[in-house]
């Protein structure tokens, strides 16, 4: 009698078959994958601060904890601002990133970190530059995106204030509700396009990179 359950055999390119279970884990970090990662100032930071905790860490923490060495001050002196200029580009660029190459587990819609046994590997690298530490300064591209970071947000509450202000003087005509309408266009506007700005720096970054 024969079976009729159906058989599956995985083969390999060869055609033989093939019993190795799949593997998930991810390949072993080269030299140029380390230092790749380590050439920027924030994806120090991060890794240096998940370095000295376990378990799960909130990505706000992080980003908070990177924008106070970044800015020479405390968390708690930090201004809304300056968290933001920080927490864009690690939300968008450096801890995806990291999660790529097996460093964390990035839980990006709940905003969650963990870091992994591979982290350990970035331990003497850092311990050999704090040797010889000199004061941070902001990535050129990082500097770049808070640049025009600011310009988008200047050009925002500018034409806010001129729209308020002419409305106000009786020089334009505009129904409050019209108003608090166009505020706010402006407003998302201003948001996608720093969002625009921010990945359009981080890829030229990548580009710089090393391969």
Aim: aromatic share 6%.
């Amino acid at each position: 009698m024969y079976d009729m359950m159906p058989k599956t055999d995985r083969r390999s390119s060869t055609g033989t078959p093939s019993h190795d279970p799949p593997s998930d884990e991810p390949e072993a970090l080269s030299p140029d994958d380390i230092f790749h990662i380590l050439q920027t100032n924030r994806r120090r930071d991060a890794i240096s601060y998940l370095l000295d905790r376990e378990g799960p860490v909130k990505m706000s923490d992080i980003a908070e904890h990177v924008s106070a060495k970044e800015h020479e001050t405390t968390v708690a002196e930090l201004t809304s601002t300056q968290r933001q200029r920080v927490y864009i580009p690690l939300y968008q660029s450096h801890l995806p990133k990291l999660d790529e190459k097996g460093v964390i587990d990035y839980n990006k819609p709940r905003g969650i970190v963990r870091p992994t046994e591979r982290i350990e590997v970035f331990r003497p690298y850092l311990e050999a530059a704090e040797s010889n530490e000199s004061p941070d300064q902001p990535d050129a591209d990082d500097g770049l995106v808070d640049q025009l970071f600011d310009g988008t947000h200047a050009m925002f509450v500018g034409a806010s204030v001129g729209l308020l202000a002419a409305s106000v003087s009786g020089l334009l005509v505009i129904p409050q509700l019209t108003l608090v309408a166009i505020i706010g266009l402006l407003f998302v506007l201003t948001t996608i396009k720093t969002n625009l700005v921010d990945s359009a720096a981080t890829k030229h970054t990548g580009d710089g990179r090393l391969s």
